[in-house]
């Protein structure tokens, strides 16, 4: 039987991907088990400063749900939404590296993470309403908050994809290339923000995110309150002690 998920480190980055390529890559119930646990560690390990979410293949990164373990009686969700992913708040930066094309939960799984590379063919889309139903794992609350309304409307009430280049124009995705490249990109982004104090890359995630929930005067306070911890941390010192002395900073991640 295959693993669902593959784990692999290099350095500071968790490599994680789903490997279904033989179903298009659609979450069944023990893919979003292994994919929650999978976060749910890296949250905690210390040594893991970014994480890389993939797929196996070139054609998908993901179909989104298995229809036939759905027909079974399986729902790929768990405390954390669909794929362990769409309703949790992860404390450390996320990148997707999408192989291939994403729809319906596995655009969904997509919209979770803070930072999209993406192949040059994949496509996207939410195409519930096709079928009677709506994008309910996060498409209709995330996507909104990613790219344009108008855009991100016509997606939802039409059902129709978006390209990686018309991704990549609106905003959605950070990075289109051939799909040879996609995951060496991800790992050069993800190696450039590990070059950074990982308190302040968490924390800079943390407010820019929240802030978006709060009116002015409410992200000001957050800021500055967020402010005031990390310029007193030993990492702060560090970053100006090291750049007197010409040096590469060692981060402590406090």
Same mark, same amino acid.
Do not use: Y
């Given at each position: 039987?295959?693993?669902?998920?593959?784990?692999?480190?290099?350095?500071?980055?968790?490599?994680?991907?789903?490997?279904?390529?033989?179903?298009?890559?659609?979450?069944?119930?023990?893919?979003?088990?292994?994919?929650?646990?999978?976060?749910?560690?890296?949250?905690?390990?210390?040594?893991?400063? %970014?994480?890389?979410?993939?797929?196996?293949?070139?054609?998908?990164?993901?179909?989104?749900?298995?229809?036939?373990?759905?027909?079974?009686?399986?729902?790929?969700?768990?405390?954390?939404?669909?794929?362990?992913?769409?309703?949790?708040?992860?404390?450390?930066?996320?990148?997707?590296?999408?192989?291939?094309?994403?729809?319906?939960?596995?655009?969904?799984?997509?919209?979770?993470?803070?930072?999209?590379?993406?192949?040059?063919?994949?496509?996207?889309?939410?195409?519930?309403?096709?079928?009677?139903?709506?994008?309910?794992?996060?498409?209709?609350?995330?996507?909104?908050?990613?790219?344009?309304?108008?855009?991100?409307?016509?997606?939802?009430?039409?059902?129709?994809?978006?390209?990686?280049?018309?991704?990549?124009?609106?905003?959605?995705?950070?990075?289109?290339?051939?799909?040879?490249? %996609?995951?060496?990109?991800?790992?050069?982004?993800?190696?450039?923000?590990?070059?950074?104090?990982?308190?302040?890359?968490?924390?800079?995630?943390?407010?820019?995110?929240?802030?978006?929930?709060?009116?002015?005067?409410?992200?000001?306070?957050?800021?500055?309150?967020?402010?005031?911890?990390?310029?007193?941390?030993?990492?702060?010192?560090?970053?100006?002690?090291?750049?007197?002395?010409?040096?590469?900073?060692?981060?402590?991640?406090?």
């Amino acid at each position: 039987m295959t693993e669902e998920l593959l784990r692999e480190r290099e350095g500071h980055v968790e490599i994680l991907t789903i490997n279904r390529p033989e179903a298009r890559n659609a979450i069944n119930l023990a893919t979003a088990q292994a994919l929650s646990a999978a976060l749910d560690a890296c949250a905690l390990d210390d040594d893991v400063w %970014v994480v890389v979410l993939t797929a196996s293949g070139d054609k998908a990164f993901s179909a989104g749900m298995d229809l036939k373990a759905f027909a079974r009686g399986e729902f790929p969700a768990t405390d954390q939404g669909f794929g362990g992913i769409t309703e949790r708040h992860f404390p450390k930066p996320l990148i997707c590296a999408a192989n291939g094309s994403a729809f319906a939960g596995g655009f969904e799984m997509l919209l979770s993470c803070d930072l999209v590379v993406a192949a040059e063919h994949a496509v996207f889309g939410i195409p519930e309403v096709q079928r009677g139903l709506i994008a309910g794992a996060g498409g209709l609350v995330r996507l909104p908050r990613r790219i344009a309304r108008a855009v991100a409307l016509e997606m939802a009430l039409t059902g129709e994809p978006l390209s990686a280049s018309r991704a990549l124009d609106v905003g959605l995705v950070n990075r289109v290339v051939a799909h040879e490249q %996609v995951l060496a990109t991800a790992m050069e982004l993800a190696q450039r923000i590990c070059q950074n104090a990982p308190l302040a890359v968490r924390t800079s995630k943390r407010v820019m995110l929240d802030a978006m929930e709060l009116d002015e005067v409410g992200a000001w306070e957050l800021n500055n309150e967020a402010f005031a911890q990390i310029a007193s941390s030993p990492d702060a010192l560090e970053g100006a002690i090291a750049f007197a002395e010409k040096r590469p900073p060692q981060w402590q991640g406090r």
